[in-house]
Structures are given as C-alpha cells and as structure tokens.
C-alpha cells in the first residue's frame, strides 16, 4: 500500500550524502516531457546527468538513467540489495517505491552525476523523493486532478501538496498555464517558507534571446501549447542549474531542441508498428498510438492529439462521420481509483469500438490494481450507445486485445487504434515485445514472419487471431442482426447457414457504400473541376470531359436491392442513395450566372471602373482574361515574357 511520509526514507538514507545538484520536479502532467528535455540539453552540454522517473515503464530499473541510458540491472539489484537489507535488519518497514528512490538517489552518487533531475512520485510534500536537500531549483508542471484519496478533492488542496517541494532561498517555476488559483497558493506557500524567486518561462530575456532564435521557432511552430510550456519550464530548470557548471548558449539550448523535436517519450503520443499482430511476411502492417494518459487533463491532450491527427477526413462513407471523423478504435485498461466515466466521455465519440481490457501484476506496486474490463466495458457502454464494445477475458495480454482490436476496425476504411489509459498497460505491451532470450524488440520486426526460430511464436500468434477474430464474429453478430445462437432457440445448421449468408451481404452492402459515395464525390465536384481547368483547353479548342451522370447505374443498383429476396440490403443502401439523390437535386437547385451578367472592379487610384463578365475571382484564375491593372504584377509586355 501507498505510505505518505518521509520517516522511513529519513532511515535509509541516513547516512548518504548528496554532492550533486537536483532538479525537482512535481505536477501533474507534464513532469516526464520535463525531465526528458533538461536530460537532453544538459548531455548536449557534457553535463553528467541523471534521471530519476516514475513509474518505470518495463523493468523496475529502467527508471534509472545515467546519460539518457538506464542503469544496468546488475547495477540497480547490487545497490537495491543493500538497501533492503537494511530495511529487513533495522525493520524500517519501507514501501517498494521509498527503497526504489533511495536505490535511484544512490546509483546518482555511484555515476558521479554533476545534475540529478528527479521527478516526484505523487504529490510533493509526502513523497520519498522530498528526502533530498540538495535542489538548485524546483519545478512545478500543469497540476490537475488526481490521486484524490491521497492528496485531496480540489485543485488547491492538491496544489499545497506540489507546493512541498520548495525550499528557502531556493528559486522555483510554474507552468503559467495554472489556473490563476492554482499559482496563487504556490506562490503564498513560497512567501511562508521564504522560497527564493519565481522563475518566469516568459522572462524579457528568454523573449528577447532564445525564442527568437531560428532554432526555437522550428522547434516550437509544429508543438501543441502544452509541449512548449514544458520545454521552456526545462530550460528555466537547466539555466539555473548550469551556474557554477559553466555557461550554456541560447544557440546551444535551441539546437538541442530541434534535434529532438521528432523524438517521442516512450508511451507519450508513440506512434508504433506491432509486427506480430498487424504484420505479415515482408510486411510490417499497420501504425498503432500508444499513450499512457490516465486522468482528466491526459485525457483533453489526447483527444486534441487524435482529432487532429487521426479522426481526419478520410474516405468518410457515414454522416456520423462528417460530424465526429473518422471513428476509432481504442484499447483501454485503467487504474481502480480512476474516474473511467469522465476520463472515456473526452476521448469516446459516436461510432468508435472499444476493447476493454487489463494489465498485470506490477513489479514493485502490488496495490495496484486495474479496473475489471467488464466494469469498464459497462462505463462505455453508457457514454454512447453507438459504440462498438468489447470486454477481453481476465488475464488477456494487450498482445491479444489489439488482435480484437484489428477484427473490431472497420478494415476499409483503415480507422486508427489507439491504446491508452494506464502506463501500466504499456508496460506489459513492451514486455510482450520480448523474445524468450532477452532480447527487447525482436518480435518487433520482420524475421517475426520468416525466420524459423519463431515458427512455433508464429503458430500461437495464428491461433490467437483467429481466436479473436471469431470472438469478434459473434459479437458482431448478435450486434448487428440480433441472431440467436441458442440451439434451443435454431438449428445449428440453419443458424450457420443464415449466419454465414448475412455477413456475405454485410460485406457486399459495405462495399456497395464505397463505390456509391466515390462515384457521389467525383460527379458533384466535377463542374467545379472543370470551371477550374477550363482555361487549360483554350488553345487547343476542345473541352474537358465532364463525368457523365451515375443515375442510371445508380438506379439499376437500387432496382436490384428493391427486388432482392433480402430486403436487408435496400434498408443498409436506401439511406446512401437517398444522401446522394439530395445532393445531385441540391446542386441542380443552385442559380446559374448568366453569360450576360456583369461584375464591376473599382481601381482605387483613379476610381476608374472596369466591366467583365467574370466575378473578380475568376480574372485571378483565368489567365485568357485581362485582369485589371491594379491587379497585374508589372505591365503588359513583363507579363507576356513571365508567360
């Protein structure tokens, strides 16, 4: 269980000493991005750092880094031994995580680290990792909701306890994107202990020097607002921490950043192939994101991430479509404690497919524990009912979920699956990524599907897709046609028969739905195509091709649906024909300009007016037709030779 407080970390660390500066990061969000940009700057520097981050995300030791490189293993249980026996032999009876951080403060000494960047568990006040005494600045990040039972119900009671950081005469900074509230109670806290000054990411000097730099720009222009308040909180946090170590550049600082710029924290908006499942001989299948959001604020940053990248327009064919994008399909697990309700109400929209599921026990955290999938599965359930659902059997490794998941996406349309909700669940993603012998990652590739020595991985991945291809099949059965599949209720064989007969027509009606809104595309952006390109024909006295009306087809296709023996398939494509018909009536509805119609253009200098036949957008696209002086880039002849 959690244990808030700092007596026990007091006794195993009694006797260590810290040489080396600290960085101090608390928050809510954010603190990961934070560690990892200063990390990365103070290396470019030659600074010898080290990181300290939680939870780990694979292995208990990975949490470690010296140099952006996790301690070795042998390292980490060399070092961790010590310290659990003395938690045995004094009986300090510490938590898993207060033996993690004095092990991590202690590998810091044993590297000679000149900076220590070490991000806080939860909390601040109470955290182990509060025991150090050595900070050069502390840095608090976006603070939001969470860890409620812990740290308290509302903002400003979690706020004190980030607040617990500071030290006197120690300078700190705070995300400004706080709410004005928020940075207020840090801020009188820092008065009472007498903290040194606030640090502001928007100084006249950082305004006037690094963010006009060339580097910064390129840097910043791609990242959302919240990714650039954590980089310029970590430049704040690593030009404080270089006094005394030497001088660092703007130019240096903005550089690193760009360099970087493309790199994504492992488990932070990570867009990743996972060859097992969605690959194949020579292919490497399909991208999956991958993000360990699990509170309110994750939640807001994710969704902005997935609207703006992945609900894109693409191939839309539904008019919930139009309305929400393009549906997703999410792998969720989360953690018991968590509000799953409002956290799945900002991600879910009408349309989406869901695959709840968990994860396993985790190394050193036995109070974790996940939400079961079929709780989760009736929270999402009760968000929309147009959702798709899916709950995975206890036990089930994300392995499995996403091969539900690649069953569950509409594969025509190539909708995005994301797999979100608990760093936890990320974690046991990569552990499934390992081969036997140790190897990270060789699953992960290629040889996966053609080298021999995972013929019998290769035989267990087949079987599991096919698994869960057919637990997919019955869902989408009893969803879609409501066929029982009691045999007290139908023969098997004429529950088989009809089963088999309605997902042909399924396929048949959803490829039906493609050709007819690709043909509905092309006829009604066809006249103002050929508007567009009409001037290109000039010379040579012919016409472009309008695409012919697809009525007729249209029409023999509806006919055929009408007289079918299943009238299924009309109800499944009246209502595309329907959408087309009212868009061709609509476009025929629309005034026609007349040829005799006249549009006059002012000429600012002289008040001169000029008739033409065109509206004056079209002089600018039509370049047969003089455009008025004021609107040529030179006079007659230049432009002749620009021709």
């Known amino acids: 269980m959690i244990q808030p407080g700092l007596e026990r970390i007091s006794l195993l660390l009694k006797d260590v000493e810290f040489p080396w500066k600290a960085i101090h990061v608390a928050g809510t969000n954010g603190k990961g991005s934070i560690c990892h940009y200063a990390a990365s700057i103070l290396k470019r520097r030659t600074i010898r750092v080290g990181t300290f981050n939680s939870p780990h995300l694979v292995d208990r030791w990975d949490c470690i880094k010296i140099n952006g490189e996790p301690v070795s293993k042998t390292s980490f249980t060399t070092i961790e031994k010590q310290f ?23 590998c810091f000494n044993k590297a000679k680290v000149q900076v220590g960047i070490v991000e806080v568990g939860m909390g601040g006040r109470l955290d182990a990792t509060n025991i150090i005494n050595n900070q050069c600045i502390s840095v608090i990040s976006k603070i939001a909701r969470d860890h409620e039972a812990f740290l308290g119900s509302t903002l400003e009671e979690i706020a004190k306890h980030k607040a617990g950081i500071l030290r006197p005469n120690v300078p700190y900074t705070v995300n400004p994107e706080n709410e004005f509230h928020v940075q207020h109670v840090i801020d009188e806290y820092a008065k009472e202990i007498g903290a040194g000054p606030r640090l502001f990411p928007d100084s006249p000097a950082l305004r006037k020097g690094l963010y006009m730099t060339k ?14 308040d954590n980089a310029a909180l970590a430049i704040v946090a690593v030009k404080r921490a270089m006094k005394g170590l030497g001088t660092i550049e703007d130019d240096m600082i903005a550089n690193e950043l760009t360099k970087i710029r493309t790199q994504r924290v492992t488990g932070r908006l990570e867009s990743t192939k996972i060859v097992p499942v969605f690959g194949s001989a020579g292919l490497p299948g399909r991208q999956i994101l991958v993000d360990g959001a699990h509170n309110i604020d994750a939640a807001h940053v994710l969704n902005d991430w997935v609207t703006k990248t992945e609900r894109k327009p693409k191939d839309w064919h539904k008019e919930s479509s139009k309305l929400h994008g393009r549906p997703v399909t999410w792998v969720l697990a989360m953690t018991a404690g968590r ?51 899916l709950a995975m059997p206890p036990g089930a490794s994300p392995l499995r979920a996403l091969c539900a998941a690649k069953y569950l996406t509409n594969s025509y349309f190539d909708a995005p699956i994301v797999l979100t909700g608990s760093l936890y669940l990320i974690g046991d993603l990569h552990r499934a990524m390992r081969h036997p012998n140790g190897k990270d990652g060789t699953f992960n590739s290629n040889l996966f599907w053609t080298q021999s020595i995972f013929q ?82 000039t010379e040579t006295k012919s016409a472009p091709k309008i695409p012919t009306s697809p009525r007729k087809t249209i029409e023999e296709r509806q006919n055929a649906l009408a007289s079918s023996e299943v009238p299924l398939r009309f109800q ?17 509805r629309m005034p026609q300009r007349k040829a005799s119609s006249v549009w006059t253009m002012d000429r600012p200098e002289s008040g001169e007016k000029r008739e033409s036949t065109l509206p004056p957008s079209e002089h600018m696209l039509n370049p047969n037709v003089r455009r008025p002086d004021f609107l040529r880039p030179g006079n007659q002849d230049d432009e002749v030779k620009n021709d």
């Not at 222009?221 to 919240?226: E, I």
């Not at 024909?577 to 025929?588: P, V, W």
């Open 456 to 537: 019998s991985e290769r035989a267990m991945m087949l079987e599991m897709q096919n698994e869960e291809r057919e637990r997919v099949k019955r869902l989408m059965t009893l969803r879609d046609t409501n066929i029982p599949i009691s045999e007290d209720e139908m023969p098997t064989q004429k529950r088989e028969n009809m089963v088999a007969a309605v997902e042909q027509l399924e396929r048949e009606i959803d490829l039906i739905q493609i050709e007819q809104q690709q043909v509905a595309d092309r006829t009604l952006k066809a006249p103002t195509q050929s508007a567009d390109v009409s001037w290109r024909f």
């Open 215 to 228: 580097d910064w720009r390129a840097f910043a222009q791609p990242k959302a607002t919240w990714q650039r």
């Open 572 to 588: 499944k494509v009246a209502p595309g024909l329907n959408r087309f018909k009212l868009g061709e009536d609509r476009q025929n």
């Open 84 to 106: 659990l026996t003395r938690n045995l032999t004094e009986e300090i009876n510490a938590s898993p995580f207060e033996i993690l951080t004095a092990t991590a403060l202690a």
């Open 339 to 389: 509000d799953a309700e409002a956290f799945l109400k900002i991600l879910l929209r009408p349309g989406d497919k869901v695959v709840t599921t968990s994860f396993g026990p985790v190394d050193g955290m036995p109070w974790v524990q996940p939400i079961d999938p079929d709780v989760l599965l009736k929270i999402v359930e009760s968000i929309h009912p147009t959702i798709t659902a």
